[in-house]
Nanobody, 124 residues
Framework: VQLVESGGGLVQAGGSLSLSCAAS????????MSWVRQAPGKGLEWVST????????TYADSVKGRFTISRDNAKNTLYLQMNSLKPEDAAVYYC??????????????????WGQGTQVTVSS
């Protein structure tokens, strides 16, 4: 399994960035995927999750209405469109693969693989 994030960078507050996560080594379309971030000196913060079919998405309150998670199962790629960025959005952003489903229970927000992360810096 390999998850490779890209698209991070420096942006002014109020600006936008689009992150991508290229997945390989597993059946991408069968698993929920998430974005998780870590700001300097802070713990991991869940940002958003999209279920395997792409029809169901959830967001942290801190990003709701500003970020959009999406996926292209044909391209094995996860995306995060970030608009109206705030200084507090600055963090390393990781994509993470959900554990999948077993016995009709889906562990979408438990993760077994992570990418290396991409840095997002927001200047005020």
């Amino acid at each position: 399994v390999q998850l490779v994030e890209s698209g991070g960078g420096l942006v002014q507050a109020g600006g936008s960035l689009s992150l991508s996560c290229a997945a390989s080594g597993f059946s991408f379309s069968s698993y929920a995927m998430s974005w998780v971030r870590q700001a300097p000196g802070k713990g991991l913060e869940w940002v958003s999750t999209i279920r395997s079919g792409g029809g169901s998405t959830t967001y942290a309150d801190s990003v709701k209405g500003r970020f959009t998670i999406s996926r292209d199962n044909a391209k094995n790629t996860l995306y995060l469109q970030m608009n109206s960025l705030k200084p507090e959005d600055a963090a390393v952003y990781y994509c993470a693969k959900g554990l999948g489903c077993s016995n009709y229970v889906c562990y979408d927000m438990a993760y077994d693989y992570w990418g290396q992360g991409t840095q997002v810096t927001v200047s005020s």
